[in-house]
């Protein structure tokens, strides 16, 4: 199974300034990382490469050559080839432009599985995989938490997590696109000879015109969202609750250690579906909610 990998290269948000002019953050020691989902993803294509014994790992990702120690990282814990997407044009590029990019260098692989992370860390738009999918006119599957080999060349089953904890079995015929939801783990580094084995590897690299681009497809022209501003997040105040003085103190004493919260009541409603469909219809008449 040849599996394509798209990742992306984040500033580690835990020590990153945002510049409040720029709208975006600051430049000066940022640090970069491989965004922990896409990371996931990675181990996950590996394993599956691994656990069938064929297959080829491709890692595509558009980046700075700056950030290229991250992609041979990558290459050392058992990916097989990486391509570099890079031009100054593809700045300030959205989802939807940051998935036309991709595509372009993804549809002339052989691929029969590609995987993304669920979202990024730094923007956590989670629109990338949806938009890449459709551009290469392949099924997409969202939140996946476990892919599982079926051992069939053209169909894999993948757990799928919803609300509430819940899971969903899935079949995909392949070609597929996975949004991988796996929570990020420990990092795990490669060994010595690995490493130096990987530096070894040539990366290759591609711009706007080796991918058959222009400005006006990337970047703020190729884009259909905008960043009008940003900002830390701004903390939630909770209202502190105080008492009644008019009231007794034994009662103000009382509330103070409830926090004011008293017991919700309710109705329960019992019987045949028609009758109690009956006495909510009722009900909501009453109360003019319908």
Aim: glycine share 6%.
């Amino acid at each position: 199974m040849n599996t394509v990998v798209c990742v992306k290269l984040v500033p580690a948000i835990n020590i990153a300034l945002l510049n409040p002019y720029t709208n975006s953050f600051d430049d000066n020691d940022l640090v970069y990382i491989v965004n922990p989902y896409d990371a996931a993803a990675v181990e996950e294509a590996v394993r599956i490469k691994e656990s069938i014994g064929v297959g080829r790992v491709t890692l595509v990702s558009m980046a700075s050559p700056q950030t290229k120690r991250l992609l041979h990282h990558c290459l050392a814990l058992g990916v097989d080839e990486s391509i570099l997407l890079w031009d100054i044009g593809f700045d300030a590029s959205d989802s939807y432009a940051t998935a036309k990019t991709l595509a372009k260098a993804i549809i002339p692989l052989q691929y029969d599985l590609v995987l993304c992370g669920q979202k990024a860390v730094d923007d956590e738009a989670a629109q990338v995989g949806a938009v890449l999918a459709e551009i290469l006119g392949i099924p997409w599957v969202s939140r996946i938490g476990e892919i599982q080999t079926t051992g069939e060349p053209n169909r894999i089953k993948v757990v799928r997590k919803l609300e509430k904890g819940k899971r969903e079995l899935c079949e995909v015929n392949l070609p597929a696109l996975l949004s991988v939801d796996i929570e990020p783990g420990e990092a795990k580094y490669p060994s010595l000879p690995s490493l130096l084995t990987a530096l070894r590897k040539e990366i290759r690299e591609y711009d706007l015109k080796a991918l058959g681009l222009t400005s006006k497809d990337v970047g703020v022209w190729g884009s259909k969202v905008r960043i009008i501003s940003m900002s830390p997040a701004k903390p939630r105040v909770k209202k502190v609750f105080t008492p009644d003085s008019a009231l007794p103190p034994e009662e103000r004493v009382r509330l103070l250690m409830t926090g004011g919260v008293t017991k919700k009541g309710g109705d329960f409603l019992e019987g045949d579906p028609k009758s109690i469909a009956s006495t909510v219809v009722q009900f909501l008449s009453k109360e003019n909610l319908l």
